[in-house]
T-cell receptor
Framework: EAGVTQSPTHLIKTRGQQVTLRCSPISGHTSVYWYQQALGLGLQFLLW???????NRGNFPPRFSGRQFPNYSSELNVNALELEDSALYLCASSSFTGEGTYNEQFFGPGTRLTVL | AQKVTQAQTEISVVEKEDVTLDCVYETRDTTYYLFWYKQPPSGELVFLIR??????QNEISGRYSWNFQKSTSSFNFTITASQVVDSAVYFCALTYNYGQNFVFGPGTRLSVLP
């Protein structure tokens, strides 16, 4: 069974540009989570999608947005890139089955974004 | 505030030593889950264990063991007879609010030297 996949692996952008990152969850998983991991730092929760809807959002500005498609894959969009957006962006999926579910998240390999 | 603290930023041990990674959490919820993840140099987080707030039994899986104590809000992770392949960053995480909120600790970088 395929794990969580992310594309691209690496990305280099300049300040002010826009970027789109992609994630495909494990088959059967309906929830997709996005995290930002800046160099040497922990994981900061960005967004959570389930069944096509945004379920929760971390403390990030509105220029971080995303969506989930009917096949449960997801995109993370970052507008007006800033230098501090340079980080590893991790996507995870889980089989969320409603409130009260605490399933573990399975992570993809990440997309390393460098903003120059 | 709901948070996870991993006070040990970096730990170095020599192969075959035992090592314990500390995790202390804070939450107002009575129902919550705790997790440990391993992030090897390749970058991909690997799920290790999930434990709910009502199950304080310790768990052992091979060389790995976990000690959950609600009285001290701790969920510590011990690696017995460490190996070089155990070198990684280890994250402790908390899920609360009916599974809708999640917070990761800052991670502990473990280096196992040959």
């Amino acid at each position: 069974e395929a794990g969580v996949t992310q594309s691209p692996t690496h990305l280099i952008k300049t300040r002010g540009q826009q970027v789109t990152l992609r994630c495909s969850p494990i088959s059967g998983h309906t929830s997709v989570y996005w995290y930002q991991q800046a160099l040497g730092l922990g994981l900061q929760f960005l967004l959570w999608y389930d069944e096509g809807e945004e379920r929760n959002r971390g403390n990030f500005p509105p220029r971080f947005s995303g969506r989930q498609f009917p096949n449960y894959s997801s995109e993370l969009n970052v507008n007006a890139l800033e230098l501090e957006d340079s980080a590893l962006y991790l996507c995870a999926s889980s089989s969320f089955t409603g409130e009260g579910t605490y399933n573990e998240q399975f992570f993809g390999p990440g997309t390393r974004l460098t903003v120059l | 505030a709901q948070k996870v603290t991993q006070a040990q930023t970096e730990i170095s041990v020599v192969e075959k030593e035992d090592v314990t990674l500390d995790c202390v959490y804070e939450t107002r919820d009575t129902t919550y889950y705790l997790f440990w993840y391993k992030q090897p140099p390749s970058g991909e987080l690997v799920f290790l264990i999930r434990r709910n707030s009502f199950d304080e039994q310790n768990e052992i899986s091979g060389r790995y063991s976990w000690n959950f104590q609600k009285s001290t809000s701790s969920f510590n992770f011990t690696i017995t007879a460490s190996q070089v392949v155990d070198s990684a960053v280890y994250f402790c995480a908390l899920t609360y609010n009916y599974g809708q909120n999640f917070v990761f600790g800052p991670g502990t970088r473990l280096s196992v030297l040959p």
